[in-house]
């Protein structure tokens, strides 16, 4: 099956500064991955998502881009703000090989200082 | 529009205790999923359903059985509770299963004591 890794499980930024995380996976038939914003006591949210006949997509200050080849893509939210402190988590969906369940990673737990 | 709602919210069991799960969306989406999330563990996939008559096991069944109601609603049982099954429990939901935006909900918060 799927695996995802997921590193930092911990990040911490001074507002204003850039936060980058970053994942693997593992089944090369992935071909959709969402990336989700939990918040304290709450459900996750989806905030952008990729699929794999792209390579980057941004939407305002986040952006994702994703490396095929390599099997690994990352999350880019700059110009960091107080409100994206939160529980930040990756995802992969291996629908091409009929799976249909999204594999999450562990975490990161994204603090920006004020 | 309430999106995905769950009832509980939290809930405190005995070893021993069955209790049901309420999850129910408004979307008008076809698939459903239960989730459990444990520290450091991410989220884990319990049960799924693609669509209306039809339910799969995913990563960590056992000790659970689910119900899908109608298109609407999505039940998780648990029929002995066990104290492995404290966890933070999620239901979300897909217009389709696969390459699809899951929506989730607030979640319940069990302890099993």
């Known amino acids: 099956g799927e695996n995802v890794e997921q590193h930092p499980s911990t990040l911490s930024v001074q507002e204003g500064d850039s936060a980058v995380i970053k994942c693997t996976y593992s089944?090369?038939?992935?071909?959709?991955f969402p990336w989700y914003k939990q918040e304290l006591g709450k459900g996750p949210q989806l905030i952008i998502d990729i699929r794999s006949n792209v390579g980057e997509k941004k939407d305002q200050r986040i952006a994702v881009t994703l490396n095929k080849t390599a099997k690994h893509f990352s999350l880019h939210i700059t110009e960091t703000q107080p409100e994206d402190s939160a529980v930040y988590f990756c995802a992969a969906d291996p629908s091409g090989a009929g799976s249909y369940q999204l594999t999450f990673g562990k975490g990161t737990k994204l603090s920006v200082i004020p | 529009n309430a999106g995905v709602t769950q009832t509980p919210k939290f809930q405190v069991l005995k070893t021993g205790q069955s209790m049901t799960l309420q999850c129910a969306q408004d979307m008008n989406h076809n698939s459903m999923y239960w989730y459990r999330q444990d520290p450091g563990m991410g989220l884990r996939l319990i049960y799924y359903s693609a669509s209306e008559g039809t339910t799969d096991k995913g990563e960590v069944p056992n000790g659970y059985n689910v119900s899908r109601l109608n298109k609407r609603e999505f039940s998780l049982r648990l029929e002995s509770a066990a104290p492995s099954q404290t966890s933070v429990y999620f239901c979300a939901s897909s217009a389709l299963q696969g390459v699809n935006e899951q929506y989730f909900g607030p979640g319940t918060r069990l302890t099993v004591t």
């Open positions: 089944d090369s038939a992935s071909n959709y």
